[in-house]
């Protein structure tokens, strides 16, 4: 066998001298080396490595967990302090025991309903939800899909909704929430499972709800239009939770991946 592997490979090196020696009169091309892929698929296994070379998987990643956690992040803050400056009954429970309030509220959550208006429950949570959604959305570099049937459009819609629910989760019960910042749950039947079910489900209809929109009303206009002011307009009023998701980026609440505001 090894004398047949040497036969073999000589026979390769006649060949390879004899290329370089064809002339039609021009100067000669410099021979290519051929590689084992190239060869004939019965010459290859003689002298192809026995096994294949691994190659490292590739760490590119979809997310950038980083941004979503500092965008998010800004935006918990900022929905805890407008609480705090807008709401009386918020700073009614700034004092007491910090740690002993606080566990309690969150012992304190009971049912379903949570003593907040119909609006506040079906419609600002659900909007909140959206929200986060979008600033997940916003870094997956998977996230910027048109409106449709496909595939990869409900599975980026369905991830956005996983991430929703953890932020609904946290803007309730976390470190730096209702619970801990006004005890809501401290006083009975002031914290119940509506918000933790309808901000991330409800948030998941409304950016289907802004993602069609933006393809069949905003889209079409926009290119009538040709104008920067109706087109601010429109993105802003009916897309309202993708724009204040822009917020969190310290950028234009009209802003469009991809989509410049035309002069």
Not at 35 to 50: D, F, G, R, W
Not at 178 to 198: C, K, P, R, Y
Request: aromatic share 10%; charged share 20%; glycine share 10%.
């Amino acid at each position: 066998m090894h004398y047949f592997r040497l036969f073999i490979l000589l026979f390769l090196a006649v060949n390879l001298v004899a290329g370089e020696g064809s002339d039609d009169g021009d100067s000669p091309e410099p021979a290519a080396v051929a590689t084992p892929l190239e060869l004939s698929p019965m010459i290859a296994p003689l002298i192809a490595p026995a096994t294949p070379i691994a190659t490292k998987p590739s760490l590119e990643r979809n997310v950038d967990w980083a941004g979503v956690l500092r965008q998010a992040s800004l935006a918990l803050a900022f929905q805890q302090a407008f609480r705090v400056a807008a709401q009386p009954k918020t700073r009614a429970e700034l004092g007491g025991p910090f740690w002993k309030d606080y566990g309690a509220s969150l012992r304190g959550i009971r049912g379903w309903r949570d003593g907040d208006s119909t609006f506040t429950n079906y419609f600002a949570h659900p909007m909140m939800g959206s929200m986060a959604g979008y600033i997940y959305l916003a870094n997956d570099r998977r996230g910027e899909v048109e409106f449709g049937a496909s595939r990869r459009y409900w599975a980026t819609r369905l991830r956005a909704t996983g991430f929703s629910a953890a932020y609904s989760t946290v803007f309730e019960i976390g470190p730096l929430s209702e619970a801990s910042v006004g005890n809501v749950g401290l006083h009975s039947g002031t914290n119940g499972a509506v918000d933790f079910v309808m901000t991330p489900v409800g948030g998941l209809g409304w950016m289907v709800a802004e993602d069609a929109l933006d393809k069949h009303v905003i889209q079409p206009i926009e290119r009538g239009a040709n104008n920067r002011w109706i087109s601010a307009t429109l993105r802003c009023v009916l897309n309202p939770s993708r724009s204040m998701s822009h917020l969190s980026r310290l950028e234009p609440p009209w802003r469009r991946s991809g989509r410049t505001l035309r002069e």
